[in-house]
T-cell receptor
Framework: EPEVTQTPSHQVTQMGQEVILRCVPI?????FYWYRQILGQKVEFLVS????????KSEIFDDQFSVERPDGSNFTLKIRSTKLEDSAMYFC???????????FGPGTRLTVL | SQQGEEDPQALSIQESENATMNCSYK?????LQWYRQNSGRGLVHLIL?????REKHSGRLRVTLDTSKKSSSLLITASRAADTASYFC????????????FGGGTRVLVKP
């Protein structure tokens, strides 16, 4: 069964460094998302992406964040200058065009030191 | 409370018992979905119920939706130790992109 994959599973970085989190959505899906979950808290929406552009973003998704679909299969989230409070589990999700279910990847645990 | 709040926050039951958890939300929705998350892992989609549906079944899962009360319930029948996880409701408003708004989750412990 097709699934969303994410790499790396765990990323440790120093404050101020740039990180890129990678996702491979399910191949026939057209909508892509990033969410994050700070330890012990709710899953929070960051950004949605459709037709090669951002369709919606949350207040969390400030200028330090960017997303890209560089090659038609990968979907990346870049954080330019990480802060301690960016430490969280980051989930990628994708959705097919005709259904409302979103399918989530296993997540990348980002630890900012 | 915020959109998508579950109660109880934690639930402990014995195997074979039923587990019921509730979700309340504030604004109108298009769909409500339930997800399961095992500790430190990803979110697994369980079931989706549309705003014009009142009840839906999938295996041992039963979901109800009451749009007049802005609430939903998830019932897991004949629970198993493997059902131990956190369960989240998530709503969308049907807008383009359909972002999900998650609740805080219910932690379910099923004791063998």
């Amino acid at each position: 069964e097709p699934e969303v994959t994410q790499t790396p599973s765990h990323q440790v970085t120093q404050m101020g460094q740039e990180v890129i989190l990678r996702c491979v959505p399910i191949s026939n899906h057209l909508y892509f998302y990033w969410y994050r979950q700070i330890l012990g808290q709710k899953v929070e929406f960051l950004v949605s992406f459709y037709n090669n552009e951002i369709s919606e973003k949350s207040e969390i998704f400030d200028d330090q964040f960017s997303v890209e679909r560089p090659d038609g299969s990968n979907f990346t989230l870049k954080i330019r200058s990480t802060k301690l409070e960016d430490s969280a589990m980051y989930f990628c999700a994708s959705k097919p065009p005709t259904y409302n279910e979103q399918f989530f990847g296993p997540g990348t645990r980002l630890t900012v030191l | 409370s915020q959109q998508g709040e579950e109660d109880p926050q934690a639930l402990s039951i014995q195997e074979s018992e039923n587990a019921t958890m509730n979700c309340s939300y504030k604004t109108s929705i298009n769909n409500l979905q339930w997800y399961r998350q095992n500790s430190g892992r990803g979110l697994v989609h369980l079931i989706l119920i549309r705003s014009n549906e009142r009840e839906k079944h999938s295996g041992r899962l039963r979901v109800t939706l009451d749009t007049s009360k802005k609430s939903s319930s998830l019932l897991i029948t004949a629970s198993r130790a493997a059902d131990t996880a956190s369960y989240f409701c998530a709503t969308d408003k049907g807008a383009a992109g359909n972002k999900l708004t998650f609740g805080g989750g219910t932690r379910v412990l099923v004791k063998p």
